[in-house]
């Protein structure tokens, strides 16, 4: 049995959810999101919780059980309160600016790099070197982290690149450092 499939999901004020030929439509004061529910599964809506049914005890749909009831909290949670990553720029002179709608990095390479932010994603450049990226949808805001990240990924030697917020990396020892 899934225990993460077995969790009601609570239905905050405000968020309206609806069902039509296997899809979901969760509608919240942050936005509109909707998901192609996976296959054996359904979905009873009360009026203030959501709970995720199997419909047999098979191997493969109790891993779709714990899929679907996780893909429609994330919905209800983004549609509700949204979600907030923070990355931040390590090494010597890097920096981020936003103007308008983009990103400018500069980060070591002889030219700034622009990164235009999709839609739905809004971003705060705290410091010079903080980013705080808000996002309805949690999988285009993973996606666009990725994004960024690949820009200058953190270095195992150095420690310089863009890395999430507390984030820990395994140093390495350079080539002298073995002796």
Not at 78 to 87: D, I, M
């Amino acid at each position: 049995m899934s225990r993460i499939g077995k969790k009601p999901i609570p239905l905050p004020q405000g968020v309206k959810v609806q069902v039509a030929d296997g899809k979901v439509m969760v509608t919240g004061p942050q936005g509109k999101l909707d998901q192609v529910m996976p296959p054996r599964v359904d979905l009873e809506i009360g009026k203030s919780e959501i709970l995720v049914k199997p419909q047999d005890d098979s191997r493969l749909t109790r891993s779709y059980w714990g899929l679907a009831r996780t893909l429609v909290a994330n919905m209800v949670t983004g549609a509700s309160q949204g979600f907030t990553r923070v990355l931040e720029l390590a090494g010597t002179g890097y920096k981020v600016e936003a103007k308008g709608n983009t990103l400018v990095f500069s980060v070591g390479y002889s030219k700034p790099v622009e990164f235009p932010l999709p839609q739905g994603i809004t971003a705060q450049v705290e410091k010079a070197n903080k980013i705080e990226l808000k996002g309805f949808d949690k999988e285009e805001l993973g996606q666009t982290i990725a994004v960024i990240r690949a820009i200058r990924p953190p270095d195992a030697y150095k420690g310089k690149g863009i890395k999430n917020l507390g984030e820990v990396l395994r140093r390495k020892v350079g080539k002298a450092g073995g002796r």
